[in-house]
């Protein structure tokens, strides 16, 4: 498998998408797929919203629990001696993956508790936690934290309320008519007051690609931190946290083959051994007085009381299965769809294909409204040919707001959606617009 | 769910009273209003009662807002059939209809109380469809609360 890192600069496939053949092959790791719905065979194209589980994600964790289940980090007995080391055995599999080291990766449920942990530790440290070393995350009045417009709610939310707690301001980059950033503001946006820019790397409607470079090289010149929602980007492409040069990121499990309940908070090292924690209790301490507390490096800093263990094995065990399928090869099987889905989309009559034109860059995702038919009626109707899509505003409500819309219809593929799964939808879209009389 | 069954829950007469509403947009002079959102699809709707106080007879039900087929279809309804029947009428047909709607198909409603609301019986087995049905009348009842004796 070759290795290459996906910064922002756009199709990256030099190499081919999957033959039917490997396909076919790929699919049959995932059960699933072969389920009927409404008396159709399931044609799922919901995995922006949560991804299938292959058998050796699944295989990993009942081994693990079979086998090895034990209390981890504690303990001296045999069983949990082999359990800590499956479990950060773990955590090496994925930072490697993500281009980072072990001790900068930090577990949690999901991406949005792991946003929410880093806007509560920097609370945190605004109100003098953590002791000098703290003050670089210090934010309080006349400070900025910015965001977009197209964030996802789990990285909008944490941010407003922690401006909220601290009375720092909330800014944001506008986004445009066709849902691109206006990326000429990011010079007046970015200023000596901006403490944190927290930016989706790809956004979960639109499918479009953040070019990360621009924010990080702008906040290096005010020494603002730089934090990452790397949910629609990890599971799709190869990801370089190290090379993008971001302060923190987080992504989820379950949108990446793994189950739901695991998830990951990336920090720089010396940045996370600098923030105080969030939760604490058990686990996560040296020293304990009637008085206070002394506390453990990263990551076990922020990972107070019981893990999800089972949970964090079978992470690895997906991006042990994504590495060997080769994410080159998963990113140019979803551009290739991705495209498929935007020049299919864009050539059905009442069809408004929201984010990048067919033929500019977007991962395997699309959203679209359709005149004169609500996305949920439109979902029901897909469903009633087993066709799974997302309905509704996918956590993004400023951005559907600014396009006009309360909410969308989203198709979204991974590495083991077809060709031919993206013709039915297509077929589905046209078949409802006739179906609801909206064409005459 | 076949297309059979869908074509059961989007009937024509559906599907007719969400692309040409009755009861849409407001007036002004209502007695009392409320306004009501589903946060999963965004989908919001204003609705307002006139009242005749003498009678207790509510004499108009205006409303806007904006959703899917069955939510636009479902007010449609409700507006046609609470004009002209007091408050008290009105609340029973709302308890018979919610009866309905969440009875996820096994109680069909009730035809001399909800008339042409009958139409939405279909939506009852689609439990994340209950809301949309069920969003003007939620709205009715709270403006029905806020009306008082």
Redesign the interface.
């Known amino acids: 498998m070759t290795q290459s890192t996906v910064t922002t600069a756009g199709p990256v496939a030099s190499v081919d998408p999957f033959t039917p053949q490997e396909l076919e092959r790929l699919r049959s790791d995932f059960p699933i797929l072969s389920t009927e719905v409404?008396?159709h065979r399931l044609t799922y194209l919901d995995s922006g919203a949560t991804s299938h589980k292959p058998l050796a994600v699944l295989d990993a964790e009942r081994r693990y629990l079979l086998s090895e289940n034990s209390a981890v980090h504690r303990g001296a007995h045999s069983l949990a001696a082999e359990a800590t080391e499956t479990f950060e055995n773990a955590r090496g599999t994925v930072a490697r993956f993500v281009g980072a080291d072990a001790d900068e990766i930090v577990w949690s449920s999901g991406a949005t508790a792991a946003l929410n942990l880093l806007a509560y530790a920097i609370s945190n440290a605004s109100l003098g936690r953590g002791g000098a070393a703290a003050t670089r995350f210090r934010v309080g009045p006349g400070d900025e934290i910015l965001v977009t417009e197209l964030e996802h709610h789990a990285n909008l939310i944490p941010w407003q309320e922690l401006a909220a707690r601290t009375g720092a301001t909330l800014r944001y980059v506008p986004i445009d008519d066709a849902g691109a950033l206006e990326l000429d503001s990011l010079d007046l946006l970015i200023t000596e007051r901006t403490k944190i820019v927290a930016v989706t790397h790809v956004s979960n409607v639109l499918g479009a690609l953040t070019p990360i470079e621009l924010f990080v090289a702008r906040a290096r010149q005010v020494g603002a931190l730089v934090v990452l929602d790397a949910c629609q980007s990890a599971p799709h492409l190869a990801l370089d946290l190290h090379a993008l040069d971001v302060d923190f990121a987080a992504f989820s499990g379950h949108k990446m083959l793994a189950p739901t309940g695991i998830g990951v908070l990336y920090g720089r090292r010396e940045l996370l051994n600098a923030l105080p924690p969030f939760l604490t209790g058990g686990s996560m301490i040296t020293t304990v007085t009637m008085e206070g507390a002394e506390y453990l490096p990263a990551p076990q800093r922020f990972e107070a009381g019981t893990q999800p263990v089972s949970q964090a094995i079978a992470l690895g065990a997906a991006v042990d299965y994504l590495r060997a399928t080769g994410m080159d090869r998963i990113a140019a099987h979803e551009e290739h769809l991705g495209q498929r889905l935007a020049a299919g989309l864009s050539a059905i009559d009442g069809v408004r294909l929201l984010g990048p034109v067919a033929g500019e860059f977007r991962t395997g995702l699309t959203s679209f409204a359709v005149a004169d038919i609500?996305?949920?009626?439109l979902g029901?109707?897909l469903?009633?040919r087993g066709i799974a899509v997302r309905?509704?505003?996918h956590c993004a409500?400023p951005l559907?707001r600014r396009l006009g819309l309360?909410?969308s219809t989203r198709a979204s593929t991974y590495l083991y959606s077809t060709e031919s799964e993206v013709d039915e939808f297509l077929a589905g879209v046209a078949d409802a617009i006739t179906?609801?009389?909206v064409r005459p | 769910m076949s297309t059979t069954d869908l074509q059961n829950l989007y009937q024509e007469v559906i599907l007719d009273h969400s692309r040409r509403p009755h009861g849409f947009g407001l007036q002004p002079g209502a007695d009392s209003h409320s306004h009501q959102l589903n946060p999963t699809c965004g989908d919001e709707i204003t609705l307002e009662l006139h009242r005749d106080r003498a009678t207790d007879v509510v004499t108009a039900v205006r409303w806007e807002g904006h959703g899917c087929a069955i939510s636009q279809a479902s007010a449609s309804l409700f507006s046609g059939l609470a004009e002209g029947l007091t408050t008290t009428e009105i609340s029973a047909r709302i308890d018979s209809f919610r009866e309905a709607m969440r009875s996820r198909g096994t109680v069909e409603p009730d035809e001399e109380l909800l008339g042409d609301a009958v139409v939405l019986g279909g939506v009852s087995k689609y439990i994340a469809r209950v809301k949309c049905a069920m969003l003007a009348w939620v709205a009715a009842e709270d403006a029905l609360a806020k009306l008082g004796a």
């Open positions: 409404n008396g609500h996305a949920h009626d029901q109707f469903d009633d309905v509704g505003h409500q559907h309360t909410s179906f609801f009389g």
